[in-house]
């Protein structure tokens, strides 16, 4: 059973920094793993990707510079590092692995991320 599991999400200050961890059970994942987040009210958007050797990252405009996408693929873990944190980054964040034609495959419960002002 593929199992993804995030972690690290919480409540910071404007400014302030955290890191996100999304294990990964069941398979090992060859392609993209991905992280998106869901702002109450608005659609998932997409925030980061990563290819499987990590040679490759995409992110998006809004936390180029800011976030970090990185992956160990000893320990079948993708992580996410958020500095200089806003408001607006406050959302739930969902780790997602095996892309296809219509989206990702495989998808973790969520970790909640709130950034104080």
């Known amino acids: 059973q593929v199992q993804l599991v995030e972690s690290g999400g919480g409540l910071v200050q404007a400014g302030g920094s955290l890191r996100l961890s999304c294990a990964a059970s069941g398979r090992t994942f060859g392609s993209y793993m991905a992280w998106f987040r869901q702002a109450a009210g608005k659609e998932r958007e997409f925030v980061a990707r990563?290819?499987?050797?990590?040679?490759?990252?995409t992110y998006a405009d809004s936390v180029k510079g800011r976030f970090t996408i990185s992956k160990d693929n000893a320990k079948n873990t993708l992580y996410l590092q958020m500095n200089s944190l806003k408001p607006e980054d406050t959302a739930v964040y969902y780790c997602a692995a095996d892309p296809l034609s219509s989206g990702y495959k495989y998808w973790g419960q969520g970790t909640q991320v709130t950034v104080s002002s």
């Open positions: 990563i290819n499987r050797s990590g040679s490759l990252t």
